[in-house]
């Protein structure tokens, strides 16, 4: 039937757009496969599947990339994007348009060596760490540094190369909005930290001490998971040596780890992980297989989990709401008070030196640290065997604390040995950007505090749903920020809430 | 160097190996890939997780299927067939030539059309045998047997297309022979089980009755599965609802399931999917990707899970051995004695319909019942409306009873629902199988008893090993009996091993 209205190029479009949603499909079907393997290599698989596994993630890994940078799908995104195409469809070809130009620019042989010398440079690292021993590690992280500084050459011969690596996990935040970003909480936390310090107030430290049998660390697990919502007919929850999440809409799992002395530890990291398997599920299940069912990058990614580990789960009514729940598992927690317990999960350390055991503001300085040792380390501005004298002045620096080991130094995160440069800063934007959309949800929804003590988690759950999860890869996530919060990217909402719960606990004036 | 040698023909040969036999690995790390995300479906996915694992498997399968089908296989299946091999390099391009030659003879189209038929006749099938309703399932499976004739006549229209859909699961062993064996177990049965029936011993019944722990059960599973030898290292036990095995050399797994009233059913259920795992196990590692590091086909590998299940496990040494253990884990058994429980797991029950409850001897008439029923349907002799009762007539002619439903009767299966006709005759070729290669494993080694009494397996598995596993698809079916066996398949052996070990157990002289 004609109609005067205008029309996309009629069939000849809609056909392109079907081969081509089908080898997105396709693509994305490997690449969810090869993540149930990972999640199956650190659950459940025996210790000697190791060689096998490689074999087949690597098969997979190389299937998926040839599905991508094949000639067909470069000529499908030229079609396509001379076409007139939905919004949706216009993302979807915006965010595989990306990933094509990325892994077409770079040459085969060097994907392969740096996977190579990254597979090479993990047990390297470990001894090293293990030994204290940072020349071990040492030579392999220089090859690292340069080739990933081909790397970045190749991919875009004009651009700052640790700008580049910043963008292959943080594609649409540019590296000034990050370095605008975590110049400021260096700036400003380091003042905070200090009055912390200062202060006369010392929070209750021995609220969690004790021994806490991991089953019934388990049980509590569940217990918070059931608290929060998560959906067990699309979970599953288990334990691994480090806690992550992964998955689909359809099935997002959670790990979790449990130290018979660390009762916190356990009930903080469930929570985290919920938090990113929680985004995970609210992604729209008709999405599935395209950019549209999939999550936005590291940071919008890492703000769920911060979002429900600090603004959730280290609230004080998080803490008068649940506490109940944990005497019932450990009944050694009778005499600790709601207000003892929210205390003991929001202590700053600030002669920590380990970036996982920080707590949410001295973390910040950790990244900080990490940041601008490997924007130098790229630049060439540093030299790899100068990073430990660098990072342990920069430790005294900015935290006070010098690590007298590299091993608590420079060899503590694994990190590098995956070469992977421009990773760290998404931890602290997660974090700032879960402070801004708490704020633009309690702007919405009111005050939540109430919500939280009672364990009633839908509103909260429910405007995080409808403003981030369900749009997927819709928008870019500059775009997805401002349709959520009314604003752009913004340390605002971060630093405000952190002054005002710091400053009320350690009464600073 | 130039050489008198005969020689390949050079680097052109070794070039196109190497391409080949890259090609196979690719073929076969997808494959393995889809194993472990078929395991997970069965043991650890979430209820919901169904959607998305089905995209997941289904994109996994074509990309198998187009790999093998490519042009570039066919050409350098060619170029390698002109081409001087050693015997390992023909074994695989011989394996991969039959898959090749099945898998580009039959059309796309029609693959997808049973695909999506047995996709669709399952619910239908389990609706069906729920409700006791043979007409819901009837339509379905008529189609079913339609769609496999015309996939058996793309395959070879030359011959006959039961034996062609036989051959999909046992390629090697000819559909005579097949039937040479099931027409003599059949006639040698029938006599044997009437004579059974006329003893008047009448074996102890419950010596394993009452209740059992599901968590004691799964302890004794791993103490079975530990004297057994089972590599811990390279697999793990789970339960799942229809037990099976999976997996590669590095790591191969056993799934098995508790009834709390029947504690010898999960014990032998564990011994079985033990047998088929730790054939997986005794894969060369070095063959890992290629047919040389695969399994034969399903007769040989039930063989291997019939020989531990029946001729270890339901033997009097064994029990004589693993009582002791048994009733560490269940003192209620204390007053058993290992005669009682030998006796209890080799009860012959004339009045079972259920082919999964069968003891030793009556299984094989369940599985002749199948073979004429299905070997008509396929031949167009029976008509799918007639299956109900001429199921029945053959069960009360073979078995003296007559089914009253459906449910137990014709429906009882799932087989059939999944398209797969020609499947159920290898479950009788493994126990006759299996009785053939013990008796030349004890022909070499003396008898076994006392290894079995004393949890000794090193010297059977040691053989199995060397004759049967380390092989993997060097040699075509008959080829590896006759090196391990010295003779032809033949159920000569399995004949005398049922007559002596009834005739024992029930007084028959």
Redo the contacts between chains.
């Keep these: 039937m004609a109609t005067d209205q205008a029309e996309p190029e009629g069939d000849g479009t809609e056909d392109a757009y079907e081969r081509f949603e089908e080898r997105v499909?396709?693509i994305s079907?490997?690449s969810?496969?090869?993540g149930?393997?990972r999640w199956?290599q650190e659950v459940?698989?025996?210790?000697?599947?190791?060689?096998?596994?490689a074999?087949?993630l690597?098969?997979?890994s190389?299937?998926g990339h040839e599905l991508l940078t094949a000639d067909e799908t470069g000529d499908l995104l030229e079609e396509l994007e001379d076409s007139e195409l939905s919004g949706e469809q216009e993302a979807v070809v915006r965010e595989i348009r990306r990933q094509y130009d990325r892994e077409t620019s770079v040459p085969g042989e060097l994907v392969e060596e740096i996977s190579e010398t990254t597979a090479n440079a993990h047990p390297k690292w470990k001894k090293a760490k293990e030994e204290d021993d940072f020349e071990e590690f040492a030579p392999v992280l220089e090859k690292l540094v340069e080739l990933k500084r081909e790397y970045a050459e190749h991919v875009d011969p004009d651009a700052d190369p640790y700008a580049v690596l910043f963008s292959e996990y943080e594609p649409y935040l540019d590296l000034e909005t990050a370095e605008r970003v975590l110049e400021r909480l260096r700036d400003e936390l380091v003042p905070l930290i200090d009055a912390i310090d200062d202060s006369d107030v010392d929070l209750a430290t021995d609220a969690f001490s004790g021994e806490f049998d991991d089953d019934d660390q388990e049980a509590l697990a569940r217990d918070v998971l059931d608290s929060l919502g998560y959906?067990?007919?699309?979970?599953?929850l288990d334990t691994a040596p480090h806690p992550f999440s992964s998955g689909?809409?359809?099935?997002a799992?959670v790990t979790t780890r449990f130290d018979e002395e660390d009762l916190l530890g356990s009930i903080t990291s469930t929570i985290h992980e919920f938090g990113h398997a929680n985004y995970t599920l609210g992604l729209p299940?008709d999405g599935?297989?395209t950019p549209l069912g999939e999550s936005r990058d590291l940071s919008v990614h890492e703000s769920q989990s911060r979002l429900w580990e600090n603004h959730v789960g280290r609230s004080r009514p998080f803490w008068e709401g649940f506490l109940p729940t944990a005497r019932e598992r450990f009944p050694g927690l009778a005499e600790v008070t709601p207000e003892e317990a929210y205390e003991a999960a929001n202590q700053v350390y600030d002669d920590n030196l380990i970036r996982v055991e920080a707590d949410e503001l001295t973390y910040h300085l950790h990244i900080v640290i990490r940041f601008e040792i490997e924007r130098e380390l790229i630049s060439g501005d540093l030299a790899v065997e100068d990073v430990p004298e660098v990072w342990n002045d920069k430790y005294e620096e900015y935290l006070g604390v010098r690590p007298e080991t590299d091993a608590e130094g420079c060899l503590q995160d694994i990190h590098w040995s995956h070469g992977s440069f421009g990773y760290f800063p998404t931890y602290s934007l997660g974090s700032v950007l879960a402070a801004q959309l708490y704020a633009a949800a309690e702007d919405e929804l009111g005050d939540l505090s109430e919500d939280i003590r009672d364990g009633e988690f839908d509103e909260l759950n429910g405007w995080l749903r409808e403003n981030v999860h369900q749009h997927g890869c819709r928008y870019t996530t500059p775009e997805l920020i401002e349709r959520a919060t009314g604003e752009s990217f913004t340390a605002d909402y971060f630093l405000e809430y952190v002054d005002e719960k710091y400053g009320d606990l350690y009464d600073l004036s």
Tied chains: 1, 2.
């Design positions: 499909q396709r079907n490997v969810n496969a090869a149930v393997l199956d459940v698989m025996p210790e000697a599947g190791t060689p096998a596994r074999q087949q690597s098969t997979l190389s299937i959906d067990w007919d699309r979970g599953r689909t809409q359809f099935d799992r299940d599935y297989g």
